[in-house]
């Protein structure tokens, strides 16, 4: 196989050094530009910046639509402006001076009112920084207007509001007034004067018709600010070409009446002025609109009608005779299609109006604009310059490849054809240049001394086996040649001292090396060769190891002794595996053998595991010394070892503990019978003291059986280990079988235990509430706390106070009750799931009492629901006396009261009765059950009602099951009733069940 790989090798096409280093870097430099392209792709750079750039766009229009939307409404509160007109128009209708039937007829009639608020007004325009101010008046229905008529009206403009106001208002101008104002408050008019405002109700971008026409189809109905509006178009006024976009409301007095609309006005050159658009991109091409639409946001295409544009020339429309499409996205970003180019666009919502007012329908918004080339002009710039870095990387990568290849291959190829030049001339050892590369001139060197050292090869081989501290052979065979070479000791060193290795050919050398393979043992090494036991004439073990090596056609044989080291390890691994006192196996060389065995399940048949305990060895320690404790094992292993079966693995475990396994036997019958006689030779065994007394052997132990208690050793030794630990813990020196059901109960001992120890530190526990119903009507009386826990294996109460009496813990259940149920009580009752006047039955265990400090921190707690509180305190305990008598004065001092619980089921009925003196006697479940049938129980109830009621004692009757036992125990007159057939525990109460209540209105109804 060797040889075929090798003249497939040559039959590879062979490249010149010149070609392989050029490919080499050619794939290097061709992986070096996919990772920058790779790199370049995944980082994602030029996404990043544009992403970067919209995200810069959308923080400037952010940040200027904050401080935009505050402008509009703040311009737009014209509430105070409208009350005090309201005001003044109310005093002058009371006062004759103004008619509203002629008030919007006459501009000169409506004089007065404009003059009473004209004041108002110019404060009002200094105080808002707006351009325009007016008031148009209006007392009949929109319907009944005529196109092109004026009405009476003032407009006021400030055309530079964020200049310091003059005193005299000479910075003021009126745009319309009539002319008795004029005359009385001394402002200037401007060229296009006109003493009334003309309107065109069909104009729907009027600034005082659509919050007239909306007020007047809602009856006015809602407060005059709800009907305000903004133009969503600009518009001018007659024979004045500056444009402006105004909001107004009308104006309506307290009695529902309209007669005007109140404004303000923006001009769009002083709104530009608060959209810098310079500040969207540095080279200020992008361009601020305030639009408004009343497109559903969720449709993704947004039909935007553009108020005011604040940009460079040739920047997007604001003329707002047509609408430009946006396509959106989630994020409030979009792309406008206009003019033949794409602008990037980034939208703000400006909130104007109410949720629900009549104009909200039209949204606002600050549009941010800016052309996509502008936008993206960085990172296209990026892109090109990564695409010129990947392109001059290929093209210097390239040149440089072609120079390093043809300045290393150059000194190579020199070398190689020296050496061919030699062999050519026969020369053997060649004399070779130097190339003034280290590596190359190394190798030069090399090839010139490995020449010289083949003369040597032999004799130093021959050197290095004389002086070897071990005894060394070996052979070779040339299967080219056929010929065999051994050394002398070859054969001797195997045990085959007559063979002569002169004059061997292939074929006989074989033949013996077959023949050894029957004269000994023969292992494997894990690290390749064998190990060889050969015996020696003389007597004795001799242990060599050979080991074979192939190269090509030769196969070379290396064969050493190792006797020494062989019985150094053998030796090693007896200390290991065996223990120095017993000679039994060691606990890891058990482990291993019983392993080895189940890993081979049919040969263990049935089988058993033995673990046992020496008894009494720490008395001979004590009182003989460890010397004669060492006897003691000693005799105990030997025991061991003489008295079990060869299918047996016998091992001292540790100090005083013993394992055995038993297998491969037929039936447990046939077990048993090899341990009872184990069994019979321990009694009989024993050991002489100092003292003459003789000590028989005595050893506690557990069997576990294989394979009716398991099937691995693992589970088998613990259930040993569990079976002699029980008869340790009860009578020594037997040997008893492994008994799952003990161990279960001990298991599950362990873990309830371990739960109730958990139950305490988390609290892991609830309380169900139990109603208890009056027996006259059913209403609800109180109700029971019962202990749920909820842990998986503790869930029974009985058993969780089992446990607390054996582990002296009922202080802590004591105090969880009282402190969980009272406060699961009060939740239920703030959530309104309980009756409020419904009393808590909470139980208590008489031998235990609150200590001070958590008696007072519980009052403190719930100080409201302490008149609810009834303690019940189970019949089935023994009272503590002095422990019920502070419970009796630390619940008495704070309203609660006592209620018996379980009455006869426990210790002394009538003594308990008269000791606690309750409150409530609850009449336990086993008094109930089946008492419409039982004579000896109604007479119980009966005189224990008879006892109780003139004593102001109540008696419940628990655990009623059927609608026979209601019956019953109403009719012997108990108060109060407690059962499932009412309802059952839950964490919020369930009513009365309907057949209960049916049950109690019929007995009612009978009586």
């Known amino acids: 196989m060797k040889r075929t790989a090798e003249r497939k090798e040559r039959r590879r096409p062979e490249r010149s050094v010149f070609s392989t280093i050029l490919l080499s870097l050619l794939a290097v430099l061709v992986v070096e530009v996919l990772m920058l392209t790779v790199s370049i792709v995944v980082s994602q750079v030029p996404q990043q910046l544009d992403q970067n750039a919209e995200d810069i766009l959308a923080k400037q229009v952010e940040n200027r639509s ?28 009371q006062a004759g001076t103004i008619h509203l039937d002629s008030l919007d007829r006459d501009s000169e009639k409506a004089a007065p009112l404009f003059e009473a608020v004209a004041e108002d007004l110019i404060a009002t325009l200094r105080s808002k920084s707006v351009t325009g101010i007016f008031v148009a008046l209006d007392t009949h229905d929109i319907a009944d207007w005529t196109p092109g008529v004026p009405v009476p009206g003032v407009y006021l403009r400030d055309l530079d509001p964020n200049a310091p106001p003059s005193q005299r208002n000479e910075d003021l101008s009126f745009e319309r007034a009539p002319a008795a104002l004029l005359k009385n408050m001394r402002i200037a008019t401007s060229t296009t004067w006109r003493p009334a405002m003309n309107t065109d109700p069909r104009n729907d971008q009027s600034p005082i018709m659509e919050p007239l026409r909306a007020a007047w189809e809602d009856g006015a109905s809602l407060p005059a600010a709800e009907y305000g509006r903004w133009t969503t178009v600009p518009y001018h006024l007659a024979w004045d070409p500056r444009t402006a976009v105004a909001y107004s409301q009308p104006l309506i007095l307290p009695d529902g009446t309209i007669y005007g609309v109140v404004g303000i006005e923006l001009l769009t050159s002083y709104l530009e002025t608060l959209m810098p658009y310079q500040e969207l991109q540095n080279d200020g091409s992008g361009t601020y609109l305030l639009a408004s639409t009343t497109t559903d946001p969720g449709s993704g295409t947004l039909e935007l009608t553009t108020a005011v544009s604040a940009g460079p020339d040739g920047s997007l429309s604001a003329d707002g005779t047509a609408a430009l499409l946006c396509q ?13 180019r794409t602008w990037q666009v980034s939208l703000e919502s400006l909130t104007l109006y109410d949720r629900n007012a009549p104009f909200s329908g039209e949204r606002w918004m600050l549009v941010g604009a800016v052309p996509s080339t502008k936008l993206f002009e960085f990172s296209s710039i990026v892109q090109r310059l990564m695409m010129v870095t990947i392109l001059l990387t290929l093209a210097v990568g390239l040149g440089c490849s072609l120079l390093v290849s043809r300045q290393l291959a150059r000194p190579i190829a020199r070398l190689s054809a020296e050496v061919a030049a030699a062999q050519k001339e026969h020369d053997s050892i060649p004399r070779l240049s130097h190339t003034g590369v280290r590596e190359l001139d190394r190798f030069a060197g090399a090839i010139t ?28 065979l040339r299967m080219d040649e056929e010929s065999v070479y051994v050394t002398a000791n070859f054969f001797s060193m195997l045990g085959m001292p007559e063979v002569d290795p002169k004059g061997l050919d292939l074929t006989g050398f074989r033949a013996r090396m077959a023949a050894l393979a029957g004269r000994g043992q023969t292992v494997m090494l894990a690290e390749g060769g064998c190990l060889l036991q050969i015996a020696q004439p003389e007597g004795g073990v001799r242990y060599v190891q050979l080991r074979i090596t192939t190269d090509g056609d030769a196969e070379v044989g290396l064969i050493e002794d190792v006797t020494a080291a062989t019985l150094e390890r053998m030796r090693i691994e007896h200390e290991r595996d065996y223990d120095v006192l017993t000679d039994l196996y060691g606990r890891q060389a058990f482990q291993r053998e019983c392993e080895e065995l189940f890993r081979a399940p049919e040969k263990l048949r049935h089988a058993a595991v033995l673990m046992m305990d020496l008894d009494g060895l720490k008395h001979v320690n004590d009182f003989y010394g460890h010397d004669w404790g060492d006897r003691y094992i000693r005799q105990t292993g030997r025991c061991l070892a003489e008295n079990t079966p060869e299918r ?48 028989p052997i005595s050893v506690s132990g557990g069997i576990a059986w294989y394979p009716e208690n398991g099937s691995d050793l693992a589970t088998l030794k613990r259930y040993a280990d569990f079976a002699m630990y029980q008869v340790k813990r009860t009578q020594k020196g037997r040997i008893e079988e492994f008994d799952i059901k003990a161990y279960d109960q001990e298991a599950y001992e362990l873990q309830i235990r371990q739960e109730f120890r958990q139950m305490l530190e988390e609290e892991a526990l609830t309380y169900h509430f139990q109603p208890i119903f009056t027996a006259a009507d059913g209403r609800v009386a109180a109700y029971e706390a019962l202990m749920r826990p909820t842990l998986p294996t503790l869930r029974s109460p009985a058993t969780v106070m089992r446990i607390a009496r054996e582990l002296d813990r009922l202080y802590e259940i004591e105090h969880i009750t009282l402190f969980h149920a009272t406060k699961r ?24 009492s609150l200590n001070d400090e958590d008696a007072a921190e519980y009052t403190g707690r719930w ?145």
């Open 66 to 93: 904050g401080y935009l939307e505050d402008r509009l409404v703040e311009s737009a509160r014209l509430g105070d402006l409208a009350k005090a007109i309201d005001g003044e128009t109310q005093r002058l209708l």
């Open 328 to 340: 959106t996205d989630d994020a409030g970003q979009g792309v406008i299609e206009a003019d033949g």
């Open 449 to 476: 001394r490995l020449s010289r050292d083949v003369v040597n090869t032999s004799t130093k081989f021959l050197r290095i086996m004389d002086m070897a501290s071990v005894e060394l052979g070996g052979y070779e």
């Open 648 to 695: 047996t693995i016998c091992a001292r475990q540790s100090g005083d503990e013993f394992l055995a396994f038993f297998y491969g036997y037929p039936d447990r019958a046939s077990l048993r019978k090899a341990l009872d006689e184990l069994t019979t030779a321990f009694r009989e065994s024993a050991v002489v003291l100092p003292d003459g007394q003789r000590m």
């Open 825 to 848: 009580f009060h939740d239920l009752l703030a959530q309104g799931m309980l009756e409020p006047e419904a009393k808590l039955f909470v139980n208590s265990i008489a031998s235990v």
């Open 863 to 1007: 100080p409201e629901l302490m008149r609810h509180l009834v303690v019940e305190i189970t019949e089935e305990e023994k009272c503590d006396s002095a422990a019920l008598a502070r419970k009796r004065e630390a619940i008495q001092a704070v309203g609660g009261v006592f209620a018996l619980d379980d009455y006869g089921s426990g210790y002394g009925n009538s003594g308990s009765l008269l000791e606690l003196s309750p409150q409530y006697v609850k009449a336990d479940q086993l008094l109930i059950r089946n008492i419409d049938r039982d004579p000896d129980k109604q007479q119980i109830v009966s005189s224990l009602v008879a006892y109780a009621h003139p004593r102001g004692m109540k008696i419940v009757a628990e655990g009623i099951e059927t609608a026979a036992e209601l019956r019953k125990v109403i009719e012997l007159g108990v108060d109060l009733l407690q059962g499932y057939y009412l309802a059952r525990p839950r964490e919020i109460p369930d009513p009365i069940s309907p057949e209960a209540r049916e049950e109690i209105r019929k007995i009612a109804e009978e009586r």
